[in-house]
Nanobody, 116 residues
Framework: QVRLVESGGGLVQPGGSLRLSCAVSGSNFTYYNMDWYRQAPGKQRDLVATILHNNSTNYADSVKGRFTISRDNAKTNTVYLQMNSLKPEDTAVYYC?????????WGQGTQVTVSS
């Protein structure tokens, strides 16, 4: 059974930083393609960043240059999202997703609020 647990959300002022973590239990973490999504109130869930099993990354235009996705395959089976220069429009629930073949898994989400 694969379980994803996000952490690291919170309240931050505009211009601040947060680092989200997504710990993945179960085997085969190295082979998963990992995504971060976010969903603001009343809006659809949008893809923010992706890191493939080969460490190739991709970002939504709205976060390029501000967010960085990374992963630790060696020790902690964790994917990270470093978020800098945060803006009020980054406020959302952030979800971690793991994909392997036709299988997909989601975490429970972590709230990020950017406000002064």
């Amino acid at each position: 059974q694969v379980r994803l647990v996000e952490s690291g959300g919170g309240l931050v002022q505009p211009g601040g930083s947060l680092r989200l973590s997504c710990a993945v239990s179960g085997s085969n973490f190295t082979y998963y393609n990992m995504d971060w999504y976010r969903q603001a109130p009343g809006k659809q869930r949008d893809l923010v960043a992706t890191i493939l099993h080969n460490n190739s990354t991709n970002y939504a235009d709205s976060v390029k240059g501000r967010f960085t996705i990374s992963r630790d395959n060696a020790k902690t089976n964790t994917v990270y999202l470093q978020m800098n220069s945060l803006k009020p429009e980054d406020t959302a629930v952030y979800y971690c997703s793991a994909r392997l073949g036709s299988a997909g898994y989601w975490g429970q989400g972590t709230q990020v609020t950017v406000s002064s």
